[in-house]
T-cell receptor
Framework: GQQVMQIPQYQHVQEGEDFTTYCNSS?????IQWYKQRPGGHPVFLIQ?????EVKKQKRLTFQFGEAKKNSSLHITATQTTDVGTYFC????????????FGQGTELSVKP | KAGVTQTPRYLIKTRGQQVTLSCSPI?????VSWYQQTPGQGLQFLFE???????NKGNFPGRFSGRQFSNSRSEMNVSTLELGDSALYLC??????????????FGPGTRLTVT
């Protein structure tokens, strides 16, 4: 079935450093969503990418969808302690209606 | 607008028992999905309901079941609980027709501990 690999699993950065997490699929994706889950919290939707090569920005966050629509990345510039949490990508599971498959997530810790 | 609510927030059960979890979606949302989150397996899809019909199902045993009511509220039931069922159960709602084309709004989850 549909799988999506997300790397790295953990990332520890000093406040002010940049951070990137990647999602990769062996098959072409119709779209990809990104979520953030704070420690002890629940996933919160960040963005959805649909078009090949799409780039979207939200303040210090930059989201990219690969040209082949098989990979995506989330880049955070100059991390802050408020960025701490786990970032997940989620993709539609083939033709299985609305079923979403989540990546394993990248846990980001930021040292002040 | 009120967010997704889940009850109870915490639950402790014994092996062999059954449990029912409840989810109230955001007003107007017709799609409700359930996920199991564990440290080892991450977020795993259980099932999705739309207009009282199960539209998708994940790879979980038949002990896991759910339903949706006419007001879009949903319940999930786990029978004959096993230790491995200990997890955070998350409910998410969405506008729905093309489910994954809309963002999902997650509830705070129900933390289930099976002893």
């Amino acid at each position: 079935g549909q799988q999506v690999m997300q790397i790295p699993q953990y990332q520890h950065v000093q406040e002010g450093e940049d951070f990137t997490t990647y999602c990769n699929s062996s098959t072409t994706l119709s779209n990809i969503q990104w979520y953030k889950q704070r420690p002890g919290g629940h996933p919160v939707f960040l963005i959805q990418l649909v078009k090949s090569g799409e780039v979207k920005k939200q303040k210090r966050l930059t989201f990219q969808f690969g040209e082949a629509k098989k990979n995506s990345s989330l880049h955070i510039t100059a991390t802050q302690t408020t960025d701490v949490g786990t970032y997940f990508c989620a993709v539609k599971a083939g033709n299985q209606g609305g079923k979403l498959i989540f990546g394993q997530g990248t846990e980001l810790s930021v040292k002040p | 607008k009120a967010g997704v609510t889940q009850t109870p927030r915490y639950l402790i059960k014994t092996r062999g028992q059954q449990v029912t979890l409840s989810c109230s979606p955001i007003s107007g949302h017709r799609s409700v999905s359930w996920y199991q989150q564990t440290p080892g397996q991450g977020l795993q899809f259980l099932f999705e309901y739309f207009s009282e019909t199960q539209r998708n199902k994940g790879n979980f045993p038949g002990r896991f079941s759910g339903r949706q009511f006419s007001n879009s509220r949903s319940e999930m039931n786990v029978s004959t609980l096993e230790l491995g069922d200990s997890a955070l159960y998350l409910c998410a709602s969405s506008w729905g027709q093309a489910f994954s084309d809309y963002e999902q709004y997650f509830g705070p989850g129900t933390r289930l501990t099976v002893t």
